[in-house]
């Protein structure tokens, strides 16, 4: 018992931090499923929609820079792939990639531009910045509200891909886009709707992940945005229920080890993971089975 | 007897190698037209271009008399024409209803006439209804491929062979179906390297040979010729005299 009760927090917080992992790793799931692509930019679009949460939220009262961000990141997601992936989509899978990274490094530098390089302070959110008590525990509302909106988020996408139009649409396109584009439909209106879904769950999990950091810096975006890939790839990329529950296994094992006095070998563990799924299950745990059937 | 598809001097090339070289036919309403011709004689080719997929190098395709070369594939079927694409190509993970409604995937009206119409045309598929596509035998994903087409309610019905790797009774329903689509109305263009089945069931037959047409005529006249014969029906004079 007083076991449980020296390791709840820690696992409230890791099931928290996985809540996160997993909104952003259904961004890397989805963009793979459908372009073969790693989106090496995804990670910096979570921290750019945290950069703007802080500059809006001085200027603007929060019910206004909440839905700000939110909208701001969607259209940068768009505007990356019209502008960074769209003109290259016959082009080689490395090339794309390539451009991938070229815009990761674009935005942090452009953030290290507008930022000067020093940590900006994240705006308090009120309400589910407030300290409260969970079994003993004394944690900020926003770690037991994560999981809550993190599966409800994942239950509205699931069923808009299985039971709507566009949902039909973005499955069919992830297993053929030549068959696709014959039954009328836009290819790409399917992708950059593919980046809108991933980049709005990218700033829903900014808000809830800065809530709990002090300050945004230029490369903030990288560790999570890794944790999330290793997640996406350890679930099966391309299955967004893969991702989720990839990114819930490593927050909690991540901070259990925090939690054992290992803090220093956190990040280790995750990358530990990722080497060890790619040699016993390539695929992931949920992923696709390589079927060539003619 | 008007022609719902025009096709004028069509040229397709990929990198410098020309596939189709200059050719013309056309569609008239109502009829089954057939192009025949040996692997890579430019017949996929040419109903890719028609399509869009392919940007054609020059000529026009005429659509209904409208212009639609160069278009894009999503704004060429909208104005009726579909392809049911070489390989059948059916969406393997996607059940056979949810298949039927993505071929009807522009349309915004009830599909449930057409749904129940495709069924009446394919017992099969409704029995599998909840099955998904990938399940099914190469036959009934063929059945599928066509069904899926028919959803957009086409004016034209482009089929990439339809019969290959299929079993020959198989092929045999596959010829019945497109009979009895063609007898309910819909004009369809049908490639084919099984030149046999293919020219007894079209109206008007064309054979390509390294990208040009070297012949036309009705299915009946290609299929009593002796070059037709002796190319692609497996009939050799001398043979037969052994025979």
């Known amino acids: 018992m007083e076991w449980f009760s020296r390791n709840l927090p820690y696992l409230l917080a890791g099931i928290s931090v996985g809540g996160q992992y997993a909104l952003i790793a259904i961004g890397y799931t989805m963009v793979y499923g459908i372009l073969r692509l790693i989106n ?53 899978r490395m090339s794309i990639m390539i451009s991938a990274i070229g815009v990761s490094y674009l935005l942090q530098n452009l953030a290290l531009y507008i930022t000067g390089g020093l940590a900006q302070q994240y705006p308090a959110i009120p309400w589910i910045s407030d300290t409260i008590t969970v079994l003993g525990a004394t944690t900020k509302r926003v770690t037991v509200i994560t999981p809550f909106l993190t599966i409800i988020l994942v239950i509205a996408l699931v069923a808009l891909i299985k039971y709507t139009k566009i949902g039909m649409a973005m499955r069919a396109a992830s297993k053929d886009f030549e068959t696709s584009q014959l039954m009328g439909i836009k290819i790409n209106s399917v992708i950059s709707m593919t980046f809108i879904i991933g980049s709005f769950l990218a700033a829903v999990g900014s808000l809830l992940f800065f809530t709990n950091y002090t300050g945004v810096t230029p490369t903030v975006g990288a560790m999570p945005g890794l944790k999330a890939f290793v997640a996406a790839v350890f679930g099966g990329i391309g299955s967004i229920p893969g991702a989720v529950i990839g990114a819930f296994i490593i927050g909690i094992c991540e901070n259990i080890i925090k939690g054992m006095g290992w803090t220093t070998f956190s990040d280790a563990f995750t990358f530990a993971l990722l080497i060890v799924i790619l040699i016993a299950k390539p695929t992931g745990l949920f992923g696709e089975k390589s079927t060539d059937k003619v | 007897m008007s022609n719902i598809l025009e096709v004028k001097d069509l040229s397709v090339s990929y ?41 054609p190098k020059t000529g026009n395709i005429k659509l209904n008399g409208k212009e639609i070369a160069g278009k894009t594939p999503e704004q060429i079927v909208s104005q009726g024409i579909t392809l049911v694409p070489e390989g059948r190509r059916v969406f393997a993970d996607l059940t056979v209803l949810e298949n039927l409604k993505i071929g009807a995937y522009m349309r915004k009206d009830s599909l449930e ?68 689509i063609n007898k309910q109305g819909k ?20 054979v390509m040979e390294t990208g040009t047409i070297t012949l036309s005529g009705t299915g009946e006249e290609l299929a009593s010729n002796e070059s037709v014969k002796a190319a692609y029906l497996g009939k050799n004079k001398k043979n037969n005299a052994v025979r």
């Not at chain 1, 950069?51 to 969607?74: D, E, H, K, R």
């Not at chain 2, 056309?26 to 399509?51: D, F, M, Y």
Request: contains cysteine; hydrophobic residues 50%; aromatic residues 8%.
């Open chain 1, 40 to 92: 090496f930019a995804h990670g910096d679009i979570f921290m750019v929609a945290g950069l703007i949460m802080i500059y809006a939220s001085t200027v603007m009262p929060m019910y206004i820079s909440i839905p700000l961000v939110l909208v701001a990141t969607v259209v940068i997601g768009f505007l990356v792939e019209r502008v960074a992936y769209k003109p290259l989509r016959s082009a080689p």
């Open chain 2, 187 to 206: 004009t369809i263009l049908l490639v084919e390297q099984n030149a046999n089945m293919a020219l007894r069931a079209a109206h008007h037959g064309y």
């Open chain 2, 113 to 180: 006439e057409d749904i129940n119409w495709c069924y009446d045309l394919f017992p099969r598929l409704k029995e599998r209804n909840w099955q998904l596509a990938g399940t099914l035998s190469g036959g009934e994903q063929q059945m599928l491929a066509i069904a899926r087409a028919l959803m957009s309610r086409p004016d034209i019905i482009m089929m990439d062979e339809p019969s290959l790797g299929l079993a020959p009774i198989v092929v045999k329903g596959v010829f019945d179906i497109i009979r009895e």
């Open chain 2, 15 to 55: 990198g410098g190698i020309k596939a189709v070289k200059n050719i013309s036919f056309q569609v008239p309403k109502g009829e089954i037209v057939t192009l025949i011709g040996a692997n890579g004689a430019g017949k996929s080719s040419t109903l890719r271009s028609i399509v869009g997929l392919v940007k």
